[in-house]
């Protein structure tokens, strides 16, 4: 679909605006490949071939028998007697020395006898957020080849837990952002647009929302309904789409009486209509301006609830418990680093980014 005139512009002045344009394209390239985190960081082989045929145990549960093994639990696919039924195509015994068998089966030949290889394709970081790491050592252990970026105090690998923590916490920012943007522009266009008691009745239902103490609400709402990500992301949202009222209750209290609404009015047109069809483009650069402190705003409100305890399930890959992590080994200065460049780095693309998106709205920005 091709854009209109007006996007076309906007699109050219976002161009031009190098540093929005590239920190666009880099931020895109990160999310892009943090989706990906299963191939990229997982306990898991992505593809196995066994007997000729093909396994995907990154997506789908194979029990050990299914190799040759005699559990039905699921593979343990880093277990030497597991690698060795895979790799010599389960016609040996084992369970006597897997890892001899195993540089035997590279070869193709068994105690004189041709055998049917198989073959694992592992993600780059063998390693999921919440893999322990076979390394001697006290936790947490340092970086070395193993483990890019060391490991924190329970031997989980750090790097894998960046690559997948990145992806929930930009996932998590950008749907808590979208659905406060849509309820707090909604709600300070009824505002603006509608005015005297209906704008009153709204003013004073925000001042009394405003000061609920958010912290202790979280708490109480975690104690009782136990820490989940869709209970946090509604409570962020509950208290987090009032942020743009203010602005876009003022952008319409000032449009409603110009000429082209009171037009539209005289022409019949419905309300909704007028504004969200003809009012909202024009709120938008005071809308957009926002936008960057909201997204920083749920990061560092993620990270911060996550650092008391009071964030994402323990069992997810948080940030925020990376920093904590940091604060409690002051020995293990990794920690400490990792996390701080992974914010920053974020936290300033996305603030470039968006920018760069608001002064492409804007009428008066151009760009040489």
């Not at 957020?129 to 070395?144: C, E, H, I, K």
């Not at 960046?162 to 300070?188: C, E, M, Q």
């Not at 992590?325 to 974020?346: R, V």
Request: charged content about 15%; proline content about 5%.
């Amino acid at each position: 679909m091709a854009l209109s005139p007006l996007n076309q512009r906007r699109w050219r002045n976002f161009k031009r605006n190098r540093r929005a344009f590239f920190s666009l394209w880099i931020f895109a390239v990160l999310f892009g490949l943090s989706l990906f985190a299963e191939f990229i960081a997982y306990d898991k082989p992505i593809l196995v071939r066994y007997q000729g045929q093909f396994y995907t145990p990154i997506w789908n549960f194979y029990p050990e028998t299914a190799f040759g093994g005699d559990f039905q639990t699921e593979a343990v696919y880093r277990d030497p007697e597991v690698e060795c039924l895979i790799q010599t195509g389960g016609n040996i015994d084992c369970f006597d020395d897997p890892e001899a068998l195993i540089v035997d089966a590279q070869d193709g030949v068994i105690d004189g006898e041709d055998i049917q290889k198989g073959w694992t394709i592992w993600p780059l970081i063998p390693y999921s957020y919440d893999t322990p790491v076979d390394r001697p050592g006290a936790a947490p252990l340092p970086p070395n080849g193993q483990n890019l970026l060391g490991t924190d105090d329970t031997k989980r690998d750090v790097l894998a837990r960046v690559i997948h923590g990145f992806r929930l916490s930009v996932a998590f920012t950008l749907i808590v952002t979208l659905l406060s943007s849509l309820i707090g522009i909604a709600a300070g266009a009824v505002q603006g647009f509608f005015g005297g008691l209906t704008d009153l009745l709204f003013q004073r239902f925000i001042e009394v929302w405003s000061a609920t103490p958010q912290l202790y609400v979280i708490i109480i709402m975690f104690a009782i309904l136990g820490r989940k990500v869709w209970l946090l992301i509604l409570l962020m949202v509950l208290f987090g789409w009032m942020a743009l009222v203010g602005v876009v209750r003022a952008e319409f209290l000032r449009a409603r009486n110009l000429e082209y609404v009171r037009a539209a009015k005289a022409l019949g047109v419905g309300n909704m209509k007028i504004m969200f069809r003809h009012m909202l483009p024009n709120a938008m650069v005071a809308t957009l301006t926002m936008l960057p402190f909201i997204v920083t705003g749920t990061i560092g409100a993620l990270a911060s609830l996550d650092f008391l305890g009071f964030g994402l399930p323990s069992s997810a890959p948080s940030l925020g418990e990376l920093t904590l992590q940091a604060k409690q080994n002051l020995q293990a200065p990794w920690l400490a680093f990792t996390a701080f460049f992974t914010f920053a780095l974020m936290l300033s693309l996305l603030v470039f980014i968006f920018e760069g998106v608001r002064d492409a709205f804007d009428p008066r920005k151009t760009f040489s």
